[in-house]
């Protein structure tokens, strides 16, 4: 089957980094990709690595290994606001399958 | 340029009761996806239409079903809803493949 395995909470303080991981299992895909949903919100498109290596997006990047099954999201000088939950996404030809999201906790 | 929206927000209905969801994709855009959230699955594909055909279906029950009209908005269904239907539904719309563009959601409880 598919699966994609991410932490369910990550804490960080404010101004700090952070990094959240994905693992995945998958017989094939074009792309991983990033989401942060605030509660009561919706989801909204961070990144999308296409190719192995690190995209870099203002604050946040997004890293993906193919060879690893791996990637991950980097959110650099953290503030409150980043306060959400963060989900990984396999672009797969017949659907996009959604991680089970990480809900990061900002202390300042 | 206007988002996605969907109709309504949030919704109260009982056991073996029947509702319809709609979804209003961004202007130009064709493919429309339905995602069902719940706090313990996440979020979890229900179907994808473009251009008026079911392109891909996830694994749900055939009480769930969808349509897509000729202007792309969309509407959803479940048939003889269970309590386990209580659920944030997302409706997004995408123009390449690789970002999706949500909506608010449908909140439906079951009761």
């Known amino acids: 089957g598919q699966s994609l395995e991410q932490p369910s909470e990550v804490t960080a303080v404010e101004g700090a980094i952070v990094q959240i991981n994905c693992t995945y299992q998958?017989?094939?895909?074009?792309?991983l990709s990033w989401y942060q949903q605030h509660d009561g919100g919706a989801p909204t498109f961070l990144s999308y690595?296409?190719?192995?290596g690190l995209e870099e997006t203002g604050r946040f990047s997004s890293f993906l290994s193919r060879s690893d099954s791996y990637g991950y999201l980097l959110l650099q000088e953290l503030q409150m606001k980043d306060s959400a939950s963060y989900f990984c996404?396999?672009?797969?030809?017949?659907?996009?399958?959604f991680g089970k999201g990480t809900r990061l906790h900002i202390l300042p | 340029k206007a988002g996605v929206t969907q109709t309504p927000r949030y919704l109260i209905k009982t056991r073996g009761q029947q509702v319809t969801l709609s979804c209003s994709p961004i202007s130009g855009h064709r493919s429309v996806s339905w995602y069902q959230q719940t706090p313990g699955q996440g979020l979890q594909f229900l179907f994808e239409?473009?251009?008026?055909?079911?392109?891909n279906k996830g694994n749900f029950p055939g009480r769930f079903s969808g349509r897509q009209f000729s202007n792309s908005r969309s509407e959803m269904n479940v048939s003889t809803l269970e309590l386990g239907d209580s659920a944030l539904y997302l409706c997004?719309?995408?123009?390449?493949?690789?970002?999706?563009?949500f909506g608010p959601g449908t909140r439906l409880t079951v009761l």
């Open positions: 997004a719309s995408s123009l390449e493949d690789n970002e999706q563009f």
């Open positions: 996404a396999l672009n797969r030809d017949d659907k996009i399958i």
């Open positions: 998958t017989s094939g895909f074009y792309g």
């Open positions: 239409y473009f251009s008026e055909t079911q392109r």
């Open positions: 690595n296409a190719l192995d």
